[in-house]
């Protein structure tokens, strides 16, 4: 079945450092989507690539998605203690359905100020 | 306008005891999805509903666990005879049509969830 991974599991920053998560499947995908998801919280969408070689800024939040449709990244420029929290990608298999979303098990994002 | 709101936010069993999870979708949605994070997990699709139907349960264990949505009142995410494997957050999310449009930048909303743990 379709898998999705996603690396690292875990990163610690330095407030104003960097930060990238990095997403692939095992399989061609029709989107990608990102969801960020706090302590305690629950997923809260972020965006929707669905173009091969999509880019999408949102502030300091820059996605990508690969040309073949199975890669994507999150990076954020500059973090803040409030960019604290789980970033999960999740993707509909290409020629799937348009409902079972496959997540990967997330990268957990710490800021240290 | 409520978002998606699911209850108990919080439910303790013991093994062998019954949980019933609560799920109201938005208002004017008649799509609902369940799906299912272990700790330090991913979410895992479950079942996908509309009104009064099962459309794919796909990711529903065989046994112990049943959905459904009636006609009237909230989704109903059913564990019968809890075990400790069991212990999770159980999200629902709503859509007015089925699933994910790709012309559009919306994903699922999710509710707050219900934490389970079994004792």
């Known amino acids: 079945g379709q898998q999705v991974m996603q690396i690292p599991q875990y990163q610690h920053v330095q407030e104003g450092e960097d930060f990238t998560t990095y997403c692939n499947s095992s399989?061609?995908?029709?989107?990608i989507q990102w969801y960020k998801q706090r302590p305690g919280g629950h997923p809260v969408f972020l965006i929707q690539l669905v173009k091969s070689g999509e880019v999408k800024k949102q502030k300091r939040l820059t996605f990508q998605f690969g040309e073949a449709k199975k890669n994507s990244s999150l990076h954020i420029t500059a973090t803040q203690t409030t960019d604290v929290g789980t970033y999960f990608c999740a993707g509909l298999n290409s020629g799937g359905s348009n409902y079972k979303l496959t997540f990967g098990k997330g990268t957990l994002l710490t800021v240290n100020p | 306008n409520a978002g998606v709101m699911q209850n108990p936010r919080h439910l303790v069993r013991r093994r062998g005891q019954e949980a019933r999870l609560r799920c109201s979708p938005m208002k004017g949605h008649s799509h609902v999805y369940w799906y299912r994070q272990l700790p330090e997990e991913g979410l895992k699709f479950m079942v996908y509903l509309q009104k009064e139907n099962i459309i794919d349960e796909s990711g529903m264990p065989k046994e112990r666990f049943s959905a459904e949505f009636p006609k009237e009142g909230p989704s109903i995410l059913r564990i019968q005879q809890v075990v400790r494997g069991d212990s999770a957050a159980y999200f629902c999310?709503?859509?007015?049509?089925?699933?994910?449009?790709?012309?559009?930048?919306?994903?699922?909303?999710f509710g707050s969830g219900t934490r389970l743990t079994v004792v």
């Open positions: 999310a709503s859509s007015p049509r089925s699933g994910i449009r790709t012309d559009t930048n919306y994903g699922y909303t």
């Open positions: 399989t061609t995908l029709s989107n």
